[in-house]
T-cell receptor, first 115, second 114 residues
Framework: AQKVTQAQTEISVVEKEDVTLDCVYE???????LFWYKQPPSGELVFLIR??????QNEISGRYSWNFQKSTSSFNFTITASQVVDSAVYFC????????????FGPGTRLSVLP | DAGITQSPRHKVTETGTPVTLRCHQT?????MYWYRQDPGHGLRLIHY???????DKGEVSDGYSVSRSKTEDFLLTLESATSSQTSVYFC?????????????FGPGTRLTVT
């Protein structure tokens, strides 16, 4: 069975600090896909990134970066120079690559960025 | 914007009453999903659909039924609402991206069962 763990329930940082959100996953599939979503206080779910299991390159998008390590089954998300607008709940998710019936979410990490 | 709307956006109902939530999409996606979001659990799949009249159960399907008579609409019904069904409900679609699918979500429906 697939499982996603986000051990950090809540994190508070002061603006401009860097922060890393941890995601650890479990799967028996050799091909799988990892995702991060953002849920701001307004409640909608915003897709951030998808990573394939066969591509371990890290990715950077502006202040966001993602570190995928198969050896430790982790897909961590770092926000550099955090801003108040980054305050949200962040979800990590895992899929087996099919049309989505096996899309598993972690419990989420609530990030508060204080001014 | 995946063109997904949900109605109603907020609803308060009493225990034992039937409730139907509607998900509407405008882009002819084949796959649609209903999730519930509860603190500490992330999102959990209730039911999903892989075509008109084709549906299947997810992780937390007890107490819920679904129907899909048209591609664009996916209905979630609570036959007799209970307080444990107080939650935020999200509809999602899957969109093919390369070798896999990405899920995009509607705005959510906040349901309170008193």
């Amino acid at each position: 069975a697939q499982k996603v763990t986000q051990a950090q329930t809540e994190i508070s940082v002061v603006e401009k600090e860097d922060v890393t959100l941890d995601c650890v996953y479990e799967t028996r599939d050799t091909t799988y896909y990892l995702f991060w979503y953002k849920q701001p206080p307004s409640g909608e779910l915003v897709f951030l990134i998808r990573r394939n299991s066969f591509d371990e390159q890290n990715e950077i998008s502006g202040r966001y970066s993602w570190n995928f390590q198969k050896s430790t089954s982790s897909f961590n998300f770092t926000i550099t120079a955090s801003q108040v607008v980054d305050s949200a709940v962040y979800f990590c998710a895992l899929s087996d690559g099919n049309y989505g019936q096996n899309f598993v979410f972690g419990p989420g990490t609530r990030l508060s960025v204080l001014p | 914007d995946a063109g997904i709307t949900q109605s109603p956006r907020h609803k308060v109902t009493e225990t034992g009453t039937p409730v139907t939530l509607r998900c509407h999409q405008t882009e002819n996606h084949r796959y649609m999903y209903w999730y519930r979001q509860d603190p500490g659990h992330g999102l959990r799949l209730i039911h999903y659909s892989y075509g008109v009249k084709d549906t299947d159960k997810g992780e937390v399907s007890d107490g819920y039924s679904v129907s899909r008579s048209k591609t664009e609409d996916f209905l979630l019904t609570l036959e007799s609402a209970t307080s444990s069904q107080t939650s935020v409900y999200f509809c999602a679609i899957s969109e093919r991206q390369g070798m896999t699918y990405e899920q995009y979500f509607g705005p959510g429906t906040r349901l309170t069962v008193t």
